[in-house]
């Protein structure tokens, strides 16, 4: 061998080496330069019109092309593989008697990789096939690594995703033992969301991401004293305003984070409660100054109280719970929320159906 390093050698002794010579003077000639060089994987073709089916079936690491053939030519075989795309014209070194540039030239066109000019300089073929096997060898380790470097990507992806929802989860878990609202409350204001979201032309993706966060709505109602979160009656002024601290103390709950649906659901929690006109709480802001996922937030929970009992209240019929939203449209609420409102009202009271307390 004319390498010296151990471990190269058993790169180069197990590189897949194809001859494709019609002249067995030559095939054996490099056969046996090979052989006794250690090279354990050689292949020999004479006759070429098989050639191509070998080639693609064993995908020789270096392939030694002979020009020059009868019937199929080894610019036949160059042509065929590059109308094929193949990859494998990279790893071919041709063999050739011409010396003409013409010749040169059109084979480099084709994306071979060598030359060898007959009659052979052995040392100079051993050094060219084991550039190229030592080539191809690195290319293989590197689109190894990339395979693996994004599968592991793939499944980090898919792991958050699942920590995510699991974590929205436990927190909608906590939330159904304190507060009265169910469980099915959350899942009907997800879907508004969801639907409406969709209807205001949001890609698909950040619908989702919208459904988790707005089930998180009312978070801070985790940190309400029971005796006024479970209040029979009417809140007094004082007990509301403490009641109106269920924004800020789930947007505190919810901050700091760098995932998009705890920072959605931050934003929402806060500003649930703000109303277009300027009139809402806890900051006061109006219109378009109100995050738009607080917009679309608030009128799924007002349709969803109204038409819910609570402690406080009997429910609203579907009919007069419309109307109110409509009513508060440019009030209460963002226009072009409500009318998308409207637009997708068969599919919010399927949801309401599905969901049903
Ligand atoms: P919630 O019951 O989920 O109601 C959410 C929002 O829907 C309310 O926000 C309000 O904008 C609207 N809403 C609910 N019921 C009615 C209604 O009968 N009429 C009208 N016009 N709107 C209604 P708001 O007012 O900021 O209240 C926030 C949360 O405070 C409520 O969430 C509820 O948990 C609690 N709350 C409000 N008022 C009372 C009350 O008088 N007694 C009790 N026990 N809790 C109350
Ligand atoms: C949107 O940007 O598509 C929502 C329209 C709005 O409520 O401002
Ligand atoms: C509201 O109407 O603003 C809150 C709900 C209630 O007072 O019953
Ligand atoms: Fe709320
Ligand atoms: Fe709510």
């Known amino acids: 061998m004319l390498v010296a390093d151990k471990n190269q050698r058993e790169i180069y002794k197990r590189g897949k080496i194809m001859i494709i010579d019609d002249v067995r003077a030559n095939t054996l000639l490099l056969e046996k330069l090979f052989t006794l060089e250690g090279y354990q994987n050689i292949f020999v073709i004479h006759d070429p019109e098989q050639a191509l089916e070998v080639i693609e079936q ?18 036949d075989i160059l042509e065929l593989l590059a109308a094929r795309n193949s990859r494998l014209i990279s790893s071919v070194i041709v063999i050739t008697a011409y ?18 000019t007959k009659p052979f300089d052995p040392v100079e073929v051993v050094l060219k096939v084991q550039h190229v096997i030592q080539e191809n060898h690195q290319r293989r380790m590197q689109e190894d690594q990339i395979i693996l470097i994004d599968s592991l990507l793939q499944r980090h992806v898919f792991q958050l995703e699942e920590l995510q929802q699991e974590y929205v989860q436990r927190m909608l878990q906590a939330m159904k033992q304190k507060d009265n609202e169910t469980g099915r409350h959350l899942l009907r204001i997800s879907n508004y969301v969801f639907v409406l979201a969709r209807q205001l032309g949001y890609e698909e993706s950040h619908c989702h991401k919208l459904k988790l966060a707005g089930a998180l709505h009312d978070i801070g109602k985790l940190a ?26 789930g947007a505190e709950l919810l901050a700091g984070s760098r995932n998009e649906i705890l920072l959605l659901a931050e934003r929402i929690a806060l500003t649930h409660h703000e109303k277009w006109d300027g009139s809402g709480y806890p900051q006061a802001l109006r ?15 007002v349709f969803d109280a109204l038409t819910s009992k609570r402690a406080y209240k009997e429910a609203w019929s579907k009919e007069d719970a419309l109307a109110e939203i409509r009513r508060q449209s440019g009030m209460h609420f963002d226009p072009a929320v409500v009318q998308a409102f409207c637009e997708v009202y068969e599919g919010i009271l399927e949801i309401r159906e599905t969901w049903i307390d």
């Open 58 to 75: 064993e995908e020789p690491d270096v392939l030694l092309l002979d020009l020059n053939m009868p019937v199929i030519s080894g610019f």
């Open 99 to 116: 010396q003409d540039s013409e010749h040169l030239h059109r084979c480099l066109r084709l994306g071979v990789r060598d030359f060898l």
């Open 224 to 249: 309400i004293p029971d005796r006024i979160l479970h209040k029979p009656g009417r809140l007094t002024p004082e007990e509301f305003e403490i009641m109106k601290e269920h924004t800020t103390k």
């Open 287 to 301: 219109g378009e100054d109100i995050p738009v996922e607080g917009r679309i937030t608030a009128v799924c929970d």
